[in-house]
Antibody
């Protein structure tokens, strides 16, 4: 059974860097085809795709946020880390990590989400 | 402004059938990239509803179906039930952005 859970700060000051950790179980990011994605959702708004990291360390980022995002993985700890620099109040959102199905490419398992508020 | 366009809201009475459209372009749905659909119940994380345009994961009722044609995709829900009231999102890949993209979401209200 695949599970994922996001962890990190609930409050971030403007201009600071956000670091969120996705801890997962039920699959290994060292297995060919596996991937973990990050998605965010501002309150009352739509889902916003942030990026993805694959088993081979290939990374894809949203073009609009690429300059601010870094996604890394620690295969031994079954963790994926999202870093977003220069946080702004408009970045206030629930941040989700999700498992990418190697067969369909869909996000078939999601974490519960972590609400991050950006405020001074 | 989402790359994939969905109606903001749809509604239907219990037992009825509703459809939710997801309109893209030649750089995403029209480029033959798969469309996936997610259901987000109030206060919860999204859940995969349809993958690969028309496939249901195990446990998803056959009242939910997906289709794709040209630059658009559709999610159909038949035999509407009160528990179907949720937000629905389509997702695909866009080769001009080199990125996955979501639709703006559709709120389904069961009257």
């Amino acid at each position: 059974q695949i599970t994922l859970k996001e962890s990190g700060p609930t409050l971030v000051r403007p201009t600071q860097t956000l670091t969120l950790t996705c801890t997962f179980s039920g699959f290994s990011l060292s297995t060919s085809g596996e991937g973990v994605g990050w998605i965010r959702q501002p309150p009352g708004k739509a889902l916003d795709w942030l990026g993805l990291i694959y088993w081979d360390d290939d990374k894809r980022y949203s073009p609009s946020l690429k300059s601010r995002l870094t996604i890394t993985k620690d295969t031994s700890k079954n963790q994926v880390v999202l870093s977003m620099t220069n946080m702004n109040p408009v970045d206030t959102a629930t941040y989700y990590c999700a498992h990418r199905s190697s067969s369909s490419g869909a996000l078939d398992y999601w974490g519960q989400g972590a609400l991050v508020t950006v405020s001074s | 402004q989402s790359v994939l366009t969905q109606p903001p809201s749809v509604s239907g009475a219990p037992g009825q059938r509703v459809t939710i459209s997801c309109t893209g372009s030649s750089s995403n749905i029209g480029a033959r990239y798969d469309v996936h659909w997610y259901q987000q119940l109030p206060g919860t994380a999204p859940k995969l509803l349809i993958y690969g345009n028309s496939n249901r994961p195990s446990g998803v009722p056959d009242r939910f179906s997906g289709s794709k044609s040209g630059t658009s995709a559709s999610l159909a829900i038949s035999g509407l039930q009160a528990e179907d009231e949720a937000d629905y999102y389509c997702q695909s890949y866009d080769n001009s952005l080199s990125s996955s993209v979501f639709g703006g979401g559709t709120k389904l209200t069961v009257l």
